[in-house]
């Protein structure tokens, strides 16, 4: 990824219009945000469309962006992420059944970690997930990654889905309460 | 208490496991309640990190041909178009029916990250000092389009390391492990799942239909009644309406603590609705009221605290039509009340209605208009159509 401080600057010249800068900001991002969305996603054709809105909408409010408040990356994710869910839930959570295989709580071998992506806010994160016992660090990140909801979770990890609530909003509380701020 | 539910909720919402009521409400607060969407933008700071462990995947190269389309021009379409100071969701979707159509080729090349493999990997049990230090800057080169992604290039690499060594790690190593065991590699959902235009298509229009939501909101109106806000007290200073026109689902579920009734009509059409909130300060709604106008039945679910013995809450409708404030009745009774609508009151009357609460002796109001103080009110302005959000 390019560094941060770059793609501020660019997302700095697309709310100026700057077709050429939204061009490299584009390029500098896309297979992030593609991966995120195809993960939730699942489908390539909503991951595309979601990514066509996501542009856009990055595109009219990049002078929106306050890079004192987030990262480029960070935002975008986030908007993208938004969309996506928006797009899972109201369809209509799917039966398991059609939800692509790869979504599988899975034991595949983990891709390996650049170190260089090991962030110092990741590092936090990840330290204040830790503390969370382990099948509420296993929600937080499937629900994250996966976008799966409340029921689905209930239903891949056979857990009450009252109990899935409960363990959300404490853990989300617990790791609020970790990291400050 | 109410922070809580306000963060939590907040934190759902990021998280992306709220229903679609409690996300529609979520919504409806970021439009109206710059606090909440203080919170919500810390939740994408502090989650947001995550996606450093997602793998990159590259998307078809027309993916970009139809964004440079779509803001040809020095004035793009989206960008005048009225909206977006409301990080909320839009009304109908103008998207994608042509763009899933026009995509043939649905499947995505799927790489993995170009250079990935000639960075330093970290094994799950070594996720020990990150960085790699000499990863080769790029920023100043040309870009070549088509070439690899700069995704994987150096990051945060001119910035000081003042890793704080182990002692987080040990704790993050393991979550690290997990996430990333959560996390199949990313070429398997494009090259597993086959394209499916079909599929896409047709789950398209009803998230579109499923998104026809009009998000209206309140303006706040509350301070000419400010003198009255001393006799609020008890009630705790904080008391929102939520107002949702709509053709079911009343079951908004402000804090997420109320069992869900479940909506069994969710995949009917939804007909016209609105959605709005009133609130005095940033705080958890303290009504929903929701107005089916078809089958003119009128909603009302309470969250806040009860009026206490001798006094009763009583909602009211407030258009130019009248001469007075009409009764919709006593509300926060009971926590769940739903009643018919008076029949003189008109689908455009109640969109354009304001609504308002007051503090009545218990029983209502003696004289049929308000005579205690009025907690909220508000005029309802119509948000427009935006960008996706």
């Given at each position: 990824?390019?560094?941060?401080?770059?793609?501020?600057?660019?997302?700095?010249?697309?709310?100026?219009?700057?077709?050429?800068?939204?061009?490299?900001?584009?390029?500098?991002?896309?297979?992030?945000l593609?991966?995120?969305l195809?993960?939730?996603?699942?489908?390539?054709?909503?991951?595309?469309?979601?990514?066509?809105?996501?542009?856009?909408?990055?595109?009219?409010?990049?002078?929106?962006?306050d890079?004192?408040?987030?990262?480029?990356?960070?935002?975008?994710?986030?908007?993208?992420?938004?969309?996506?869910?928006?797009?899972?839930?109201?369809?209509?959570?799917?039966s398991?059944?059609?939800?692509?295989?790869?979504?599988?709580?899975?034991?595949?071998?983990?891709?390996?970690?650049?170190?260089?992506?090991?962030?110092?806010?990741?590092?936090?994160?990840?330290?204040?997930?830790?503390?969370?016992?382990?099948?509420?660090?296993?929600?937080?990140?499937?629900?994250?990654y996966?976008?799966?909801?409340?029921?689905?979770?209930?239903?891949?990890?056979?857990?009450?889905?009252?109990?899935?609530?409960?363990?959300?909003?404490?853990?989300?509380l617990?790791?609020?309460?970790?990291?400050?701020? | 208490?109410?922070?809580?539910?306000?963060?939590?909720?907040?934190?759902?919402?990021?998280?992306?496991?709220?229903?679609p009521?409690e996300?529609?409400?979520?919504?409806?607060?970021?439009?109206?309640?710059?606090?909440?969407a203080?919170?919500?933008?810390?939740?994408?700071?502090r989650?947001?990190?995550?996606?450093?462990?997602?793998?990159?995947?590259?998307?078809?190269?027309?993916?970009?041909?139809?964004?440079?389309?779509?803001i040809?021009?020095?004035?793009?379409?989206?960008?005048i178009e009225?909206?977006?100071?409301?990080?909320?969701?839009?009304?109908?979707q103008?998207?994608?029916?042509?763009?899933?159509?026009?995509?043939?080729?649905?499947?995505?090349?799927?790489?993995?990250?170009?250079?990935?493999?000639?960075?330093?990997?970290?094994?799950?049990?070594?996720?020990?000092?990150?960085?790699?230090?000499?990863?080769?800057?790029d920023?100043?080169?040309?870009?070549?389009?088509d070439?690899?992604?700069d995704?994987?290039?150096?990051?945060?690499l001119?910035?000081?390391?003042?890793?704080?060594?182990?002692?987080?790690?040990?704790?993050?190593?393991?979550?690290?492990?997990?996430?990333?065991?959560l996390?199949?590699?990313?070429?398997?959902?494009?090259?597993?799942?086959?394209?499916?235009?079909?599929?896409?298509?047709?789950?398209?229009p009803?998230?579109?239909?499923?998104?026809?939501a009009?998000?209206?909101?309140?303006?706040?109106?509350?301070?000419?009644?400010?003198?009255?806000?001393?006799?609020?007290?008890?009630?705790?200073a904080?008391?929102?309406?939520?107002?949702?026109?709509?053709?079911?689902?009343?079951?908004?579920?402000?804090?997420?603590?109320?069992?869900?009734?479940?909506?069994?009509?969710?995949?009917?059409?939804?007909?016209?609705?609105?959605?709005a909130?009133?609130?005095?300060?940033?705080?958890?709604?303290?009504?929903?009221?929701?107005?089916?106008?078809?089958?003119r039945?009128?909603?009302?679910?309470?969250?806040?605290?009860?009026?206490?013995?001798?006094?009763?809450?009583?909602?009211w409708?407030?258009?130019?039509?009248?001469?007075s404030?009409?009764?919709?009745g006593l509300?926060?009774?009971?926590?769940?009340?739903?009643?018919?609508?008076?029949?003189?009151?008109?689908?455009?009357?109640?969109?354009?209605?304001?609504?308002?609460?007051?503090?009545?002796p218990?029983?209502?109001?003696?004289?049929?208009?308000?005579?205690?103080?009025?907690?909220?009110?508000?005029?309802m302005?119509?948000?427009l159509?935006?960008?996706?959000?």
């Amino acid at each position: 990824m390019l560094m941060q401080t770059e793609l501020v600057w660019l997302l700095g010249a697309v709310a100026k219009r700057d077709e050429a800068a939204f061009e490299r900001l584009y390029e500098a991002t896309r297979a992030k945000l593609y991966g995120v969305l195809l993960r939730i996603l699942g489908r390539p054709a909503l991951a595309e469309e979601v990514m066509q809105e996501t542009y856009l909408k990055v595109w009219t409010m990049a002078d929106q962006f306050d890079p004192a408040i987030a990262s480029p990356i960070t935002w975008m994710v986030a908007m993208a992420r938004n969309r996506a869910i928006d797009i899972v839930r109201k369809r209509g959570d799917l039966s398991i059944e059609d939800e692509p295989e790869a979504l599988e709580v899975a034991s595949e071998a983990p891709p390996p970690l650049a170190r260089r992506e090991m962030t110092e806010e990741l590092k936090r994160l990840l330290s204040c997930l830790g503390k969370l016992d382990p099948e509420k660090q296993r929600i937080v990140l499937l629900a994250y990654y996966s976008g799966w909801s409340r029921d689905q979770l209930a239903q891949k990890l056979d857990i009450p889905v009252n109990t899935i609530k409960t363990w959300l909003r404490r853990s989300l509380l617990e790791i609020r309460e970790c990291m400050g701020n | 208490m109410y922070d809580d539910d306000r963060d939590a909720l907040a934190a759902e919402y990021v998280l992306g496991t709220l229903s679609p009521d409690e996300r529609d409400q979520a919504e409806a607060m970021l439009a109206i309640d710059p606090g909440f969407a203080e919170i919500v933008r810390v939740w994408e700071r502090r989650l947001g990190e995550l996606n450093v462990m997602v793998e990159a995947v590259e998307p078809p190269p027309d993916v970009w041909d139809k964004i440079r389309t779509e803001i040809g021009g020095d004035a793009p379409r989206s960008a005048i178009e009225p909206e977006s100071s409301l990080p909320v969701e839009p009304a109908p979707q103008t998207a994608p029916d042509a763009a899933a159509e026009e995509t043939p080729d649905m499947t995505p090349e799927v790489k993995s990250e170009p250079d990935l493999s000639s960075a330093p990997m970290l094994t799950l049990d070594d996720l020990a000092p990150p960085r790699d230090l000499h990863a080769p800057q790029d920023l100043d080169g040309p870009r070549d389009l088509d070439g690899p992604q700069d995704l994987d290039g150096p990051q945060h690499l001119d910035e000081p390391q003042d890793l704080d060594g182990p002692q987080d790690l040990d704790e993050s190593s393991p979550v690290a492990a997990l996430a990333s065991s959560l996390l199949p590699p990313d070429g398997e959902p494009a090259s597993q799942i086959p394209a499916a235009p079909d599929a896409a298509v047709s789950v398209t229009p009803r998230a579109k239909v499923e998104r026809s939501a009009d998000i209206v909101y309140l303006a706040r109106d509350a301070r000419r009644w400010r003198g009255y806000t001393a006799a609020i007290g008890a009630i705790a200073a904080l008391l929102a309406i939520y107002i949702g026109i709509e053709q079911f689902a009343p079951a908004l579920n402000p804090l997420g603590r109320m069992s869900q009734p479940v909506v069994a009509s969710r995949t009917q059409p939804p007909g016209s609705r609105l959605v709005a909130v009133l609130q005095q300060e940033p705080t958890a709604p303290a009504f929903l009221l929701t107005v089916d106008p078809q089958n003119r039945t009128l909603t009302v679910r309470t969250v806040t605290t009860s009026a206490g013995a001798d006094r009763s809450y009583e909602l009211w409708l407030i258009s130019s039509k009248y001469t007075s404030p009409r009764s919709l009745g006593l509300v926060g009774g009971e926590q769940f009340t739903t009643r018919p609508i008076p029949a003189d009151f008109d689908a455009e009357t109640l969109r354009t209605a304001s609504y308002a609460v007051s503090l009545e002796p218990a029983g209502g109001s003696p004289k049929g208009v308000p005579t205690g103080p009025i907690l909220f009110t508000g005029k309802m302005v119509e948000s427009l159509p935006g960008s996706p959000s």
